[in-house]
Antibody, heavy 123, light 103 residues
Framework: EVQLVESGGGLVQPGRSLRLACTVS????????MSWVRQAPGKGLEWVGF??????????EYAASVKGRFTVSRDDSKSIAYLHMNSLKTEDTAVYYC??????????????WGQGTLVTVSS | DIQLTQSPSFLSASVGDRVTITCRAS??????VAWYQKKPGKAPKLLIY???TLHSGVPSRFSGSGSGTEFTLTVSSLQPEDFATYYC?????FGPGTKVDIK
């Protein structure tokens, strides 16, 4: 059974940093790209960023709203994906979901999702 | 960037109704639209990808169609567990969502 479990959320002050983790089981983590999607209170879904698998270069891409502040990384030996969030803003307050993502030139599909972890940015 | 719109933004329906949600893309660069179901406090679930392919384990009452810039998600006979918000997605963009509520 595919499982993704996020951790690391909480209350953080504006300008500070936080690291989220996504621990995976039930599939060969190293063969898949991993992504983060967030949902702010009362809002819709917003893609944040992803990391490709190492066979595809392990490269990353980010939404414009977080580029330069957030970093997605992965530890294939532990089957964990990370979201490092720096210079947090109040508008980053959201539930953050880890997803397994299938990527090609013609599509991106988030086929499995974690249960989410809440990040609240407030003074 | 691709902009996605959904219509309606809200619909009220009864158990057993046939429901159709439309997703329109600002550019017709791909036929690979995905649809997700989101319930409050729960993780989103993939329903359909590549516009019309049902994800593993998804009931056959869900179907998708479309190409170019217009895509639809249809629920042939709405069940109590289907009351939720539905999102379309293409590349990095998600639609704004359609909330399906009980009439």
């Amino acid at each position: 059974e595919v499982q993704l479990v996020e951790s690391g959320g909480g209350l953080v002050q504006p300008g500070r940093s936080l690291r989220l983790a996504c621990t995976v089981s039930g599939f060969s983590f190293s063969n898949y790209a991993m992504s983060w999607v967030r949902q702010a209170p009362g809002k819709g879904l917003e893609w944040v960023g992803f990391t490709r698998s190492k066979p595809y270069g392990g490269t990353t891409e980010y939404a414009a709203s977080v580029k330069g502040r957030f970093t997605v990384s992965r530890d294939d030996s532990k089957s964990i994906a990370y979201l490092h969030m720096n210079s947090l803003k109040t508008e980053d307050t959201a539930v953050y979901y880890c997803t397994r993502i299938r990527i090609s030139d013609s599509h991106r599909v988030h086929d499995y999702w974690g249960q989410g972890t809440l990040v609240t940015v407030s003074s | 960037d691709i902009q996605l719109t959904q219509s309606p933004s809200f619909l009220s329906a009864s158990v057993g109704d046939r429901v159709t949600i439309t997703c329109r893309a600002s550019q017709g660069i791909s036929s690979y639209v995905a649809w997700y179901q989101k319930k409050p406090g729960k993780a989103p679930k993939l329903l359909i990808y590549a516009a019309s392919t049902l994800h593993s384990g998804v009931p056959s009452r869900f179907s998708g169609s479309g190409s170019g810039t217009e895509f639809t998600l249809t629920v042939s006979s709405l069940q109590p567990e289907d009351f939720a918000t539905y999102y379309c997605q293409q590349f990095d963009s998600f639609g704004p969502g359609t909330k399906v509520d009980i009439k």
